[in-house]
C-alpha cells in the first residue's frame, strides 16, 4: 500500500485520495506521508545550499 500527503485537505491518504496534483507521494508508510512537507522543505533547503556553493564556485 502506498499513502500520499494531501495538500488541500491536509490529511494522509491511500492510492483512492485526492487527484493526483494534490497529493505528494507515493511514500511507503502512514509516517513518511505524514512527514511529506517536513521532508520537502528539509530538501528545498539542501538544494538551495548547493546552488549557492555552485553559484559561488565552491563546489
Not at 5 to 27: I, K, M, N, S, Y
Not at 34 to 48: F, S
Amino acid at each position: 500500500m502506498a499513502y500520499f500527503w494531501c495538500t488541500d485537505h491536509h490529511t494522509v491518504e491511500d492510492d483512492t485520495g485526492c487527484r493526483a496534483e494534490v497529493r505528494l507521494g507515493p511514500f511507503p508508510t502512514r509516517e513518511g506521508a505524514e512527514r511529506a512537507l517536513r521532508t520537502v522543505q528539509e530538501r528545498n533547503e539542501q538544494q538551495d545550499a548547493e546552488d549557492r556553493e555552485w553559484n559561488a564556485g565552491t563546489s
